[in-house]
């Protein structure tokens, strides 16, 4: 596609694409020069996951603000870490721009830029943005943001357009027909004048498409296997393998997906999601460990919930292990506080992590899948940690009961999740279905091999939040804490 814009002619002659995305065979994408080509108002974006619409959002900030001084940028993020994201991308795009039309670095932060020639880019978190005129506002992931809150940000990001050139970017994955999102893009209620639409399935970008130029021509008219097959590269192939058929068509295909197939669905998930949630994600075992003394602190300080119950699912098919810990608080909620997720992780080493956090924080018991491979684990979990661990199997009527409970307690608004896309999808992507001998069972064999391992955890933590009681010993070494003799028995 032809730069037809200062912007996008600017980007094409000074930025070295492969530098700034950090990926060698990297090329410029169609809708990469849309999106640059754009000088209008309004621009929104249906995508598919992992086409760098948020690369290309950093790409035109950081290109607006070398070429238009003192102009500010803002995004606007699902949560912390990708607030963060955004700035590492537009650092990386300023390190591959020819140093000699660049402006140099005036102040800079994990959320912040600021250049000499006045403008700055500035990532938030999930939460409305005001105050700046001329502001270029990017909001990534839109459908994504919780129930209520796309309006609110959305609300917030107009008025700072208004004076000036100032503009409004939005891009997402959809997240089921419904949503500020989803209403402004298929313009099903009302219409939306001034917006530019562009739609991105993973078929057009080269990322995740063997041949983009002939997929143009006759992917759309193909099935998401023929087509997945015929042009998705390996890493694709194996991704659509071991994902429920609707699920990979929202995520990579822009289908906005039925509610009906779902257990828990979108509305529920998005009730409970809190964009303030004081919680720890790990995703090794030397993370996890080291986030130990700062829970104990928070503990300490009435932050988090001085009692905690958990869930291990064991990976089999794609070794990946899942634990959840959910703070058991005495007004009934159960907030999701810790998720460690093992990935390749040795079974040594991840017997030596479940150890230490359950033995060392205040856990009340901690249900773990005992199912073939993590017979062994759960055992030794049992008599490693003075039976606060609890192996479980995984049967059909106990998963009917876990997923019963975890969804009753979801539709309560009992169970405060994280803005975390992996695991709300996750939780989506359980479905249930009724067997020949009319029995419900929840997943099916494609699911078996996805096998929604952050659900999974995160119901057993549900469960095991009503067996067992903390007692003294287990909080001794964390010091007073608020309401203590309210809280155990």
Known sequence: MAAKTVKAQFA????????????????WEDFQISHLNNSGRFDITLKSRQVAWSFTAALDAMVDAIINPGTPHLFVSINLDEA???????????????????????ADSVYHLEFENGSRLISHPCRPVRGKARARIYLDEMAHYPHGLDRLIYQAALPATVRGDGYVRIGSSPMGARGLFWEIYEQSLRAWPGFVRHLV?????????????????????????????????NAL???????????FQQEYECAWLDETVSWISWEVIQRNQKPDLLWWHARSVDEALAMLPEIHDAIRAGQIEAALAGGIDVGRKRDLTEFVALGKSTTGQLPLRISVSLDRVPYDDQQRCFVELINRLTF?????????IGAQLAENLHRLTGGKAEGVDFTNPSKEVWAVEARVQAE?????????????????????SVSPSKKNTFDNDRNEKHHADKFWAWALAVSAVNTGLASWDDVE???????YVSRWA
């Open 364 to 372: 009340t018991k901690v249900l773990v899948d005992q199912n073939g």
């Open 477 to 483: 070494d964390l010091g007073h804490v608020e309401d």
């Open 84 to 106: 963060a994201e955004k700035k590492r991308y537009a650092k990386a795009i300023w390190e591959a721009t020819r140093p000699d039309v660049r402006p140099e670095i005036k």
């Open 237 to 247: 192939l194996e991704i659509f393998e071991n994902m429920f058929l609707e699920d």
């Open 12 to 27: 094409r002659d000074f930025v070295n694409l492969q530098d700034a995305a950090q990926v060698e065979d990297a090329v």
């Open 201 to 233: 399935p993973w078929w057009t970008v080269h990322s995740l498409c063997k041949d983009v130029a002939m997929a143009a021509q006759i992917a759309q008219e193909m099935t998401t296997e023929e087509r997945v097959r015929a042009f998705g590269t």
């Open 412 to 432: 309560r608004g009992n169970t405060p999740l994280p803005l975390d896309r992996d695991l709300t999808y996750q939780i989506h992507s359980i479905k249930r």
